[in-house]
T-cell receptor
Framework: DAGVIQSPRHEVTEMGQEVTLRCKPISGHDYLFWYRQTMMRGLELLIYFNNNVPIDDSGMPEDRFSAKMPNASFSTLKIQPSEPRDSAVYFC??????????FGQGTRLTVV | AQSVTQPDIHITVSEGASLELRCNYSYGATPYLFWYVQSPGQGLQLLLKYFSGDTLVQGIKGFEAEFKRSQSSFNLRKPSVHWSDAAEYFCAVVPNTGGFKTIFGAGTRLFVKA
């Protein structure tokens, strides 16, 4: 398996634009997580899914953020409209049950 | 409150010296415990995990961790550090009482000096 795949690796966008981050989890994993990492706030859990169903989205900072998982092999995190304070590295991770999580390489988002 | 604490923001050790990174958790029951490593520009990689049984667990890259229930600790150790071990290390828990989300500590950045 190629591991968790995220795209794009880097995204630079202007304030107000819509941004969509994509994630392909490892096949067979039933949990999927979206994290955001910044120097100031560290690693923050935004939302996670179990069997494609959102379980806890309490970490989503604002209504501008939304996440979907239409099937077991794909998830998106959307920011609309984007703001400079959304600049961060966004990680997707997947795992089986309560086993250790596997992380993607991350998407570095810069909003100017 | 439920929490994962890594008391050391950063640690510097000499190459070849031993290493211990501290982790304490606060949960009603013993959660599942993990250590991850993150190299610059990379995602997190799982080093080792503890679910039950033997309290000393072995991981990849020569790391080990010891679970101590009485101290609510899960410290990471390595007998001899290599320069390539310089990275950020995260302790994490998965509560075994429902929810099952992974909760991370703030991380400890390891610097290795020649």
């Amino acid at each position: 398996d190629a591991g968790v795949i995220q795209s794009p690796r880097h995204e630079v966008t202007e304030m107000g634009q819509e941004v969509t981050l994509r994630c392909k989890p490892i096949s067979g994993h039933d949990y999927l997580f979206w994290y955001r990492q910044t120097m100031m706030r560290g690693l923050e859990l935004l939302i996670y899914f179990n069997n494609n169903v959102p379980i806890d989205d309490s970490g989503m900072p604002e209504d501008r953020f939304s996440a979907k998982m239409p099937n077991a092999s794909f998830s998106t995190l959307k920011i609309q409209p984007s703001e400079p304070r959304d600049s961060a590295v966004y990680f997707c991770a997947s795992r089986i049950g309560s086993q250790g999580a596997f992380f993607g390489q991350g998407t570095r988002l810069t909003v100017v | 409150a439920q929490s994962v604490t890594q008391p050391d923001i950063h640690i510097t050790v000499s190459e070849g010296a031993s290493l211990e990174l501290r982790c304490n958790y606060s949960y009603g029951a013993t959660p599942y415990l993990f250590w991850y490593v993150q190299s610059p520009g990379q995602g997190l990689q799982l080093l080792l995990k503890y679910f039950s049984g033997d309290t000393l667990v072995q991981g990849i890259k020569g790391f080990e961790a010891e679970f101590k229930r009485s101290q609510s600790s899960f410290n990471l150790r390595k007998p001899s550090v290599h320069w390539s071990d310089a990275a950020e290390y995260f302790c994490a828990v998965v509560p075994n009482t429902g929810g099952f989300k992974t909760i991370f500590g703030a991380g400890t950045r390891l610097f290795v000096k020649a």
